[in-house]
């Protein structure tokens, strides 16, 4: 089926190799089918050159101009994000804690007309992304700050290891660092049935049988089951930092972070 008109997007995806302006088509079909092929292996689909190079190159020039405006975190956490269990041993996964050291640029902070805003505005993708997830509907995120963020990862800065609390997390890199800031991840290394405590703190001692390490280069988007795959972003070094964006969907409209949670990622509430 072809299309009337160019979407807004058109020149931020990559659509001849990544047609999502027509999934019901043959070759949209037979994406889709691949994508969640990858999923299921994986724990991980990903598209490398999914935002064309000049989108990725205008995403790098917006997140380097709005970095001093950038909200700086630096504290620790245990991989479930919650609070530090006092009964168990301090190198026990409830207890042993993680560093997470990044700064965030928050949505409202990204021009309307960027390439990522473009592209999260678009219902194409939500539309993608939900028949990669075998979800009937996803919606955008409600929440001003959250819905489209971008990471930065400076000199000596990472993301321990932990479980993402959402069942699935969307990713578009847009530069390496020069060296570190590799995403490390252990999929499926917990479930619904079990926390398999003495897996986790395997990793967490160091042992890194179990391992995948991605590259990814910029423009790869990334759909990724983090609730039951540990991963990371190894510390970062040198001068170039690493810089993504995360968008997020939720399966209810009006999904928002709370005001305490606003403040702890974006250092104010909304
Ligand atoms: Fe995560």
Same mark, same amino acid.
């Given at each position: 089926?072809?299309?009337?008109?160019?979407?807004?997007? $058109?020149?931020?995806?990559?659509?001849?190799?990544?047609?999502?302006?027509?999934?019901?088509?043959?070759?949209?079909? $037979?994406?889709?089918?691949?994508?969640?092929?990858?999923?299921?292996?994986?724990?991980?689909?990903?598209?490398?050159?999914?935002?064309?190079?000049?989108?990725?190159?205008?995403?790098?020039?917006?997140? @380097?101009?709005?970095?001093?405006?950038? /909200?700086?975190?630096?504290?620790?956490?245990?991989?479930?994000?919650?609070?530090?269990?006092?009964?168990?041993?301090?190198?026990?996964?409830?207890?042993?804690?993680?560093?997470?050291?990044?700064?965030?640029? $928050?949505?409202?902070?990204?021009?309307?007309?960027?390439?990522?805003?473009?592209?999260?505005?678009? %219902?194409?993708?939500?539309?993608?992304?939900?028949?990669?997830?075998?979800?009937?509907?996803?919606?955008?995120?409600?929440?001003?700050?959250?819905?489209?963020?971008?990471?930065?990862?400076?000199?000596?800065?990472?993301?321990?290891?932990?479980?993402?609390?959402?069942? /699935?997390?969307?990713?578009?890199?847009?530069?390496?660092?020069?060296?570190?800031?590799? /995403?490390?991840?252990?999929?499926?290394?917990?479930?619904?049935?079990?926390?398999?405590?003495?897996?986790?703190?395997?990793?967490?001692?160091?042992?890194?049988?179990? @391992?995948?390490?991605?590259?990814?280069?910029?423009?790869?988007?990334?759909? /990724?089951?983090?609730?039951?795959?540990?991963?990371?972003?190894?510390?970062?070094?040198?001068?170039?930092?690493?810089?993504?964006?995360?968008?997020?969907?939720?399966?209810?409209?009006?999904?928002?972070?709370?005001?305490?949670?606003? %403040?702890?990622?974006?250092?104010?509430?909304?």
């Amino acid at each position: 089926m072809s299309q009337a008109t160019a979407p807004s997007y $058109a020149d931020v995806v990559d659509l001849t190799r990544y047609p999502i302006n027509d999934l019901d088509g043959d070759r949209g079909r $037979a994406f889709i089918a691949a994508c969640r092929e990858e999923l299921l292996r994986t724990g991980v689909c990903q598209l490398s050159g999914f935002m064309v190079q000049d989108a990725v190159d205008r995403m790098v020039e917006q997140a @380097i101009a709005l970095a001093p405006s950038a /909200f700086r975190t630096d504290n620790t956490h245990t991989v479930y994000f919650e609070s530090t269990d006092e009964s168990v041993s301090p190198d026990h996964p409830r207890s042993a804690q993680q560093r997470s050291a990044k700064q965030t640029i $928050a949505c409202d902070q990204i021009p309307m007309d960027s390439p990522i805003r473009r592209l999260y505005e678009s %219902d194409d993708l939500v539309r993608f992304i939900a028949a990669v997830l075998r979800k009937d509907k996803l919606y955008r995120s409600a929440d001003p700050l959250d819905a489209v963020m971008i990471a930065m990862f400076e000199d000596g800065d990472e993301l321990g290891w932990h479980f993402d609390r959402s069942e /699935f997390a969307v990713t578009v890199m847009y530069q390496d660092a020069d060296e570190g800031g590799h /995403f490390d991840y252990y999929p499926a290394l917990r479930s619904a049935e079990s926390e398999n405590y003495g897996g986790v703190a395997r990793v967490l001692e160091g042992n890194s049988d179990g @391992i995948i390490r991605l590259t990814s280069s910029p423009g790869t988007l990334a759909i /990724f089951h983090g609730r039951h795959a540990l991963h990371r972003v190894s510390p970062t070094a040198g001068a170039k930092p690493r810089i993504n964006s995360v968008i997020t969907y939720g399966e209810d409209a009006d999904m928002r972070l709370n005001e305490l949670t606003q %403040d702890l990622f974006y250092g104010r509430a909304e």
